[in-house]
T-cell receptor, first 114, second 113 residues
């Protein structure tokens, strides 16, 4: 596609529920990143994929968070047993080259946990 | 651990002024540094990417410089306009921290008509 696409744009859920957030990167971009942004702060790294594999998942806060990219294109961020503290904007980005490539972001998925 | 700071946290200027935003990082072993703009409720828009071997990059009224040895980058905006009002973030891709970018907290810019 022309840009990074994220769905849903907004998600409201109840504490304890399961949530999936989807990211469709720019076509041909092998590197895909998930970030989380809280109000008034810069994005915080969660996980990075190179192709189908998670090359770096050191930013995932705990084992309730998991992400997949089974075919090396679309990625899904999965959050189990959501907590109110998970409320944030989840941003996805992609890059053509993992070392030198420019990073392009989607519009984000705003998650609200009630 | 790479840490990125941005000064000032907020800036308000009258239309037409030239201005400089600052970004500092603690580990100079980097691949590149990227400046972004973020409008309220929106994603990040890429402005400029500077590779570690470069000193500066220019795009229109924007000029970004990089001094790797001192751990600093500046974003210069010439002849500011109300449409430039947004939060500006810098991000550093370090050689010692995988391929992910570490972001600063941003500078919130208001350009008054």
């Amino acid at each position: 596609g022309a840009g990074v696409s994220q769905t849903p744009s907004n998600k409201v859920t109840e504490k304890g529920k399961y949530v999936e957030l989807r990211c469709d990167p720019i076509s041909g971009h092998t590197a895909l990143y998930w970030y989380r942004q809280s109000l008034g702060q810069g994005p915080e790294f969660l996980i990075y994929f190179q192709g189908t594999g998670a090359a770096d998942d050191s930013g995932l806060p705990n084992d309730r968070f998991f992400a997949v990219r089974p075919e090396g294109s679309v990625s899904t961020l999965k959050i189990q047993r959501t907590e109110r503290g998970d409320s944030a904007v989840y941003l996805c980005a992609s890059s053509l080259d993992p070392n030198t490539g420019e990073l392009f972001f989607g519009e984000g998925s705003r998650l609200t946990v009630l | 651990k790479q840490e990125v700071t941005q000064i000032p946290a907020a800036l308000s200027v009258p239309e037409g002024e030239n201005l400089v935003l600052n970004c500092s990082f603690t580990d100079s072993a980097i691949y590149n540094l990227q400046w972004f703009r973020q409008d309220p409720g929106k994603g990040l828009t890429s402005l400029l990417l500077i590779q570690s071997s470069q000193r500066e990059q220019t795009s229109g009224r924007l000029n970004a410089s990089l001094d790797k040895s001192s751990g600093r980058s500046t974003l210069y905006i010439a002849a500011s306009q109300p449409g430039d009002s947004a939060t500006y973030l810098c991000a550093v891709r370090g050689r010692n921290y995988g391929q992910n970018f570490v972001f600063g907290p941003g500078t919130r810019l208001s350009v008054l008509p």
